[in-house]
């Protein structure tokens, strides 16, 4: 029995850390792309702004496919059943520090769709591209990641 416990601790944790590196991928990436042009791009972190100082390399200075923002919201749902099956009372801590960065990924996807808009369609008087699609994802498995908190406590009082 113990070592059915300590197998199943594994496992929840390996999908927790998982999950825990996957949806920090896109704000990694935004904060990457915001400290970069701020150092290389004279300044300049959108289209609408001005350089402020000289340019080491013309903005933007990268991409973030829609694909991989799309991607990565489809690995993190994959992970957040993965730490839902596994969840237990004991790991509820853990799992509720995913919350933020779930939550920093959908965001970032909606910030990078407006910085460096890939597939650009005007939205009022700015210009937004497809890579808010990915924070749909990024919600989903937030939802996904509560409901499965939500199961471990309902498991927890039926078995008191």
Avoid at 82 to 101: C, D, H, K, M, Q
Wanted: aromatic share 8%.
């Amino acid at each position: 029995m113990a070592r059915r416990d300590a197998l199943r601790s594994a496992v929840a944790k390996f999908f927790r850390v998982s999950m825990g590196v996957v949806v920090l991928v896109a704000p990694a990436l935004l904060v990457a792309f915001l400290v970069g042009s701020l150092i290389f791009s004279g300044g300049k972190a959108s289209e609408t702004m001005d350089t402020k100082w000289g340019v080491v390399f013309a903005y933007p200075l990268f991409e973030v496919p829609k694909p991989l923002l799309v991607i990565l919201g489809a690995m993190s749902i994959l992970l957040a059943v993965g730490v839902a099956a596994t969840n237990g009372r004991s790991n509820e801590e853990g799992v509720r520090r995913l919350i933020g960065p779930i939550a920093a990924s959908a965001v970032s996807s909606v910030i990078l769709a407006g910085v460096v808009p890939e597939n650009p369609t005007r939205w009022g008087d700015a210009f937004i591209g497809t890579q808010w699609v990915a924070a749909i994802f990024f919600v989903v498995a937030l939802a996904v990641l509560l409901l499965g908190i939500l199961a471990a406590r309902s498991r927890e009082r039926a078995r008191a």
